[in-house]
């Protein structure tokens, strides 16, 4: 009940609220029935029509499209199968090259898909390069050696980079002819390097193979100059009494710990090229049961086991040598 309203004017006020209520009932119904009578056969009609023409619009759209990827399949597939031949040509190729056989070519093939004999030679070209690409971001990671493209991609130089105990020793640097045979044009690794022997056996059957062969070939030359030089600088009571350019026969001389003390040669020979420890290590000296004791037996093994520089200072510090 709303106080200050008596029963008079609460029914009055009733009897208001009541009309109004009806009077908006009434036009609602009457705007509502004029509005529909005007929309139905021109708004609906429009609609219908515009619903049609996207529906259509868009089957023209899927139809193209439809279309579209048939034509990229049909030239998609054609890529493929000349891709195929081209790969089958170029493998042929590089059989012949390993096995030093001569081309066969018929100027009838000048017009083929391939562009004839100049077309091929530059795929295998190609080939070679993409190959050495490999090469150069795997030993990127490893470490080993560089290529670097020059002459217009008819010619590769590689840089070989050597290290010992993680010091950065020599470079050396080799130029490859890729021209039809892959052929060493130029380079500055030492003569006593047994470049054409290796060369021989890998260059035109492995690429891959020669490259890391070299590689490895030329640290352990490297590591065995290193070492020697080691030897020389930091235990001085040992000569270096003979040493040739590749490194692969050390003929040490030292003093044992004796009264008097005695002189001991120590021969060292690397038949494995790859490798920066001896295969062999003799002992000679002018007292024969020296090289047979145990004490310079421990010393062979060492010296066989470690390198020079490392297995002459441990012998120092154990009192063998002076």
Known sequence: ???????????????????????????????GSRCWRGFAPGVLGHLMSLERAGVAQQDQHQSERIQMLKVRAASLRAKRDQLKHQANVIKTLKDKI??????????EDEDDETGGFAAL????????????????????????????????GKSVCVSFHTA????????????????????????????????EVLAKQSLQKDLKVFLQTVSQNLNALAARRQQVTLVKDLVGSVEVMESNELC???????????EPPRAVLCTLEYKDLTQSLPTHVSIESEDKTLSGSAQWKTNQALLLESPAHTALLTMKRMGSIV
Not at 98 to 107: A, G
Not at 124 to 136: E, I
């Open 98 to 107: 390993s096995k030093n056989l001569p081309f066969e070519y018929d100027e």
């Open 248 to 258: 692969n026969i050390l003929v040490l001389m030292c003093s044992a710990q004796s």
């Open 1 to 31: 009940m709303t106080p200050g309203l008596d029963q008079t004017e609460r029914s009055k006020r009733d009897g208001m609220v009541a009309q109004w209520l009806a009077l908006l009932s009434h036009s609602k119904k009457v705007a």
């Open 164 to 195: 010992y105990e993680g010091v950065y020793l020599d470079t050396y640097n080799m130029e490859l002819d890729l021209m039809r045979t892959v052929q060493i044009s130029r380079h500055n690794i030492p003569p006593s390097f047994p470049l």
């Open 121 to 152: 030679q530059q795929s295998l070209l190609t080939a070679w390069k993409m190959q050495l690409k490999d090469l150069q971001h795997a030993h990127h990671l490893i470490g080993g050696f560089d290529l670097v493209e020059c002459k217009e």
